[in-house]
């Protein structure tokens, strides 16, 4: 156990002092290292476990929604039998399997965290990769609830240090699916610390998971693999801190090499100035910490979209009577910053998929003025065509507008036939953030979310023995009775 905080040099100071020297790379390398439960302060961790009892919220959820169950069936028939839990299903596979298929759940339905500055779904990565890797641990020991909760928080740390390296969201207007390529290091960096693996195999794990990243926003418009593509971060990353583990050795200074490093090649043609920026891996680690920008979702959707929805909701709230009138709508226009317009402003067509509705701007504006809400529920698939809808988004336009960058902020912009000359023709919201962002949502809130979410999907009893062990993590002796609760079957909330 450390002495005392006060009577340690700061991490800070150290980190500073290592990246001077070392490079950013390692500086991280020796902060996933040495870091201990001590270091986090105390509303950090509570912090850490409502985010964690969310991610497997999301994965209830998630677990058999008709594009999962397709992914579970081919992949059961690929893969033999192992030892790791596939959530939802009581079957087991191989830990790189069964993190791929688990990280599917956990963002199988648009529900699961990101983090705002740097969009990364941090649970989707790091919880699959983790309960794969806690059965990987030597047979005569387990896992225990406080490495588990101390190697999440190493992955909430590092995913979006990474992401702010390559300026965050901007990634997403290149057309990167940005999580996906964050993420890689972020399991690395998880899986590493609850193997407690050296400082070098730490740094071996960072370069064999990075040289694996990648990921295309195309995926959004209506693949099932959008659903998956977390996953491929989950399982390399996985992969890569067991074969560093096993000795076998990955680029060194995988951050800061200038040919084939990491920034450098997802920095390349980024139009920034500069096109990276090294420091942000390891700055500030152990003194502010990211996973509390790390936002919950309220509504069932891509987040870029969320500030539509709150426009809406609002002008719902201020004008109740005309805004129940949908069918005098003319005209919806949906201004929004570049990032949000890149991922979300596109026009869409019939048919579409439920992940090209969750990803649509105007579809979730059409939801939210036909139904009042944007739920899991609006999205089963007899749902996705209804022409009350589709006349709607046929009358939005979306358009990217430079005021509201960088940022969430978004005006939504409602134009009415005008019948009796008492009422305004055309109405307008205008919101800086999204609820979720600004306010974030508070502990119990997400408590909330996740007793709502998952009522009617498991038993009562179980739902309650994981909420009572996630929120109690550090008291837990064996992960494992965690993992096989998780285990037991779901049902679909679509239906």
Not at 91 to 119: C, I, M, W
Not at 336 to 350: I, N, T, V
């Amino acid at each position: 156990m450390m002495a005392p905080r006060s009577a340690q040099p700061s991490h800070a100071a150290a980190a500073a002092a290592d990246a001077a020297s070392q490079g950013v790379t390692k500086t991280l390398s020796h902060w996933i290292h040495s870091v201990t439960l001590d270091d986090v302060p105390e509303d950090v961790r509570t912090r850490a476990k409502y985010l964690i009892l969310d991610g497997l919220g999301c994965a209830i959820v998630g677990a058999h929604l008709p594009w999962t169950e397709t992914a579970a069936r081919a992949i059961f028939d690929l893969e033999p039998q192992g030892n790791c839990w596939v959530w939802g299903w009581q079957r087991k596979l191989g830990p790189l399997a069964a993190a791929l298929l688990n990280s599917t759940s956990v963002q199988a339905f648009e529900l699961d965290d990101y983090h705002s500055e740097a969009p990364v779904h941090s649970n989707s990565i790091l919880l699959p990769a983790l309960f794969a890797a806690a059965r990987q641990t030597n047979k005569t020991t387990t896992c225990d609830g406080a490495s588990f909760l101390l190697a999440t928080i190493v992955g909430y740390e590092t995913g979006p240090r990474v992401g702010l390296a390559l300026h965050g969201g901007h990634m997403l207007s290149r057309g990167w699916h940005s999580g996906v390529v964050f993420g890689h290091a972020a399991a690395a960096a998880a899986v590493s610390k609850l193997l407690n693996l050296t400082e070098g195999a730490i740094e071996d794990a960072l370069g064999i998971a990075c040289t694996q990243a990648c990921g295309l926003m195309s995926a959004q418009f209506g693949s099932d693999v959008k659903r998956m593509q977390h996953g491929f971060a989950a399982r390399n990353g996985l992969f890569a801190a067991l074969m560093a583990r096993a000795n076998y050795g990955g680029i060194k200074r995988v951050f800061e090499e200038p040919y084939g490093g990491f920034l450098a090649v997802f920095g390349q043609g980024s139009g920034m100035n500069p096109p990276y920026r090294t420091d942000e891996v390891a700055k500030q680690l152990g003194e502010k910490w990211q996973l509390q920008t790390i936002r919950v979702k309220p509504y069932a959707s891509m987040a870029g979209t969320h500030c539509t929805i709150d426009c809406v909701r609002e002008l719902q709230r201020k004008h109740p009577e005309q805004m129940r009138q949908v069918e005098r709508i003319r005209g919806i226009k949906i201004e929004m910053s570049e990032a949000a317009f890149k991922h979300g402003g596109w026009k869409p067509r019939r048919p579409l998929t439920a992940t090209g509705a969750q990803m649509s701007a105007a579809y979730v504006a059409a939801v939210q003025l036909v139904d009042g809400q944007v739920l899991p529920s609006e999205f089963r698939p007899s749902l996705l065509d209804r022409d009350s809808l589709w006349s709607l988004i046929d009358k939005t336009e979306c358009v990217h507008a430079e005021e509201m960058d960088p940022g969430y902020a978004q005006r939504v912009t409602i134009t009415f036939e005008q019948q009796q000359e008492q009422q305004q023709g055309t109405l307008t919201q205008t919101l800086q953030a999204p609820k979720g962002v600004s306010p974030a949502l508070t502990n119990e809130e997400i408590l909330d979310k996740w007793r709502r979410f998952t009522e009617g999907l498991i038993e009562d009893r179980r739902r309650d023995e994981i909420e009572a062990l996630v929120l109690n993590l550090e008291k837990l002796d064996d992960v494992s009775v965690l993992e096989d609760l998780l285990a037991g079957e779901t049902l679909n909330p679509i239906a």
